[in-house]
């Protein structure tokens, strides 16, 4: 358990609920209660005496068991923005402690958060989808259109296929974040940094001498076999989606994960994905062999023939 004394110090004041503006109340049970808002106060009068918000963990999707032992699970738990630690395209990423009132179980936790209709901004999203399909045709049919109701159901599929992902790759050993819960369009995921809540830096912000270079890139193709054992490739894959803690690669981003059989595409992206970080290692010293051969050994991993590499994207 980490020591509560590093953390970050919580303000005693009352601060802007996560769904003032967008929704009406909820119980910590999670269910809607038209009538709990005091609009004169402006605040829930069943909402927590400390943090935010009554903690999620009731009710969402959990993460794989058995679960690390900093997972706060306890319904008495409530929640605490920190801060924004990173905003992007598709979703942003904030700092959430959670924690017992009155006790020293506490933890931090990266709260990803995919846009609504209105503000997310979907790219290059039609190659990774191919393969993926939901069970109803209207649902089909408003993807394929990008109705505002098919842009909400595609951001559900992003944070389900990176929470499901996430679990399966964890349970095996994979180098990636800690999936603890997914909410609707926000997942709750194992903060990777240290306990004052500062992020551990990106490969892309690193300058590693020739030692460590060549250690983060046998930690990469643990991590790539990793996801290639399940047939799957990253699909976005660059030094910017990968971080680097106490000399640990983790894995990080991966709601566009592609199945690499089941995706017509599914082999272009996996050599653009070895392309691309590995021309990021040969230009900072690592012998070209390395990548060379590593498509290869991810064909190999995967069921597929080695030979010429797929056409890239």
């Not at 967008?22 to 119980?27: I, K, L, S």
């Not at 653009?272 to 991993?301: M, S, Y």
């Amino acid at each position: 358990m980490r020591d509560p004394d590093s953390y970050p110090e919580r303000s005693r004041k009352r601060r802007r609920r996560f769904d003032d503006d967008d929704t009406p109340a909820r119980h910590p049970r999670g269910h809607t209660d038209l009538t709990a808002l005091d609009e004169r106060a402006g605040v829930d009068p069943d909402g927590p005496p400390e943090g935010d918000r009554w903690s999620t963990w009731d009710g969402a999707e959990q993460g794989p068991t058995p679960r690390p032992s900093w997972v706060v699970t306890e319904h008495a738990a409530v929640d605490t923005e920190l801060g924004v630690i990173k905003t992007g395209k598709e979703a942003d990423v904030h700092l959430v402690e959670r924690f017992v009132p009155g006790t020293d179980r506490r933890t931090l936790m990266a709260a990803k958060r995919y846009r609504t209709a209105e503000h997310r901004l979907f790219h290059r999203d039609a190659g990774y989808l191919e393969g993926r399909r939901v069970r109803r045709s209207r649902e089909m049919r408003a993807m394929a259109n990008r109705t505002a109701f098919g842009r909400d159901v595609l951001s559900g599929q992003w944070a389900g296929a990176e929470f499901a992902a996430l679990g399966r790759l964890w349970a095996d050993g994979v180098a990636v974040p800690y999936p603890v819960q997914a909410s609707g369009t926000e997942l709750l995921l194992e903060f990777v940094g240290t306990d004052d809540g500062t992020a551990a830096p990106r490969l892309a912000q690193l300058r590693p001498d020739a030692a460590q270079l060549c250690d983060l890139w046998h930690q990469l193709v643990d991590a790539l076999l990793g996801l290639a054992r399940h047939g799957l490739t990253h699909g976005d894959l660059s030094a910017y989606n990968l971080l680097v803690h106490d000399d640990r690669l983790v894995l990080i981003d991966l709601p566009q994960v592609v199945d690499v059989v089941g995706n017509p595409r599914g082999p272009e992206f996996l050599a653009r994905d070895v392309r691309r970080i590995g021309d990021w290692f040969v230009a900072r010293g690592l012998p070209e062999v390395g990548p060379a051969t590593l498509l290869d050994d991810l064909r190999v991993e995967l069921g597929m023939p080695p030979g010429p590499q797929a056409s890239l994207l």
